[in-house]
């Protein structure tokens, strides 16, 4: 069946550093792939989508590419602000538009 | 424009006690989600509603969960009796008409059962 693997957390950094999380997929066909981003206290919230490979999707300065040979959407980001501090997760979408998610990376930055 | 409504925000029961969820989805969006979220994983789905048909729900465990959205608008999600393993966060989530790929959430309630 589909299923998404992230990096487990906490990971930990100090302001300004480059971020890298990463998340591998499983899936038959072609989903659609998701980076989504829960601050405490609230609800999960779309940081950036691709739905086809090679697509690039980017927000707020995260970045993500849909790469199809590697089954890979890792998420970047250059220089990370303690406001980023927050759990990321990784989601594809199959065909009927059920949401598959991972089980979340914890990112905690530090000033 | 207002964002998915869940309500209550946080519920503490004793296990075999009855508890609901409601969810009102933000204007339009015909399309709405039920996902339970266990502490450190991620959400997983438990129902989706096209309008007020249910057209998955085979991740709902049937012997103790019941939804509903009888008017295709609001949703209501029950568990009766309660077990101490359904402590988790519940949320909801709508989407417009056709546009599977972007779901809006809202902030969920905090289920605990003692």
């Known amino acids: 069946g589909n299923s998404v693997t992230q990096m487990e957390g906490p990971v930990t950094l100090s302001e300004e550093a480059f971020l890298t999380i990463n998340c591998t997929y499983t899936?038959?066909?072609?989903?659609?792939l998701f980076w989504y981003v829960q601050y405490p206290g609230e609800g999960l919230q779309l940081l950036l989508k691709?739905?086809?490979?090679?697509d690039k999707g980017s927000n707020k300065g995260f970045e993500a590419t849909y790469r199809k040979e590697t089954t890979s959407f890792h998420l970047e980001k250059g220089s990370v602000q303690v406001s980023d501090s927050a759990v990321y997760f990784c989601?594809?979408?199959?065909?009927?538009?059920?949401?598959?998610f991972g089980q979340g990376t914890e990112l905690s930055v530090k000033p | 424009e207002a964002g998915v409504v869940q309500s209550p925000r946080y519920k503490i029961i004793e296990k075999k006690q009855p508890v609901a969820f409601w969810c009102n989805p933000i204007?339009?969006?015909?399309?709405l989600y039920w996902y339970r979220q266990n502490l450190g994983q991620g959400p997983e789905l438990l129902i989706r509603?096209?309008?007020?048909?249910?057209?998955?729900d085979s991740q709902l465990p049937k012997d103790r969960f019941s939804a509903e959205r009888l008017k295709g608008v609001d949703s209501t999600l029950k568990i009766q009796p309660a077990e101490l393993g359904d402590s988790a966060v519940y949320l909801c989530?709508?989407?417009?008409?056709?546009?599977?790929?972007?779901?809006?959430f809202g902030p969920g309630t905090r289920l605990t059962v003692l």
């Open positions: 989601a594809l979408s199959d065909q009927g538009g059920k949401l598959i």
């Open positions: 204007s339009g969006h015909n399309t």
């Open positions: 691709a739905t086809k490979a090679d």
């Open positions: 989530a709508s989407s417009p008409p056709r546009t599977y790929n972007e779901q809006f």
């Open positions: 899936a038959t066909g072609y989903p659609s």
């Open positions: 509603y096209e309008n007020e048909e249910a057209v998955d």
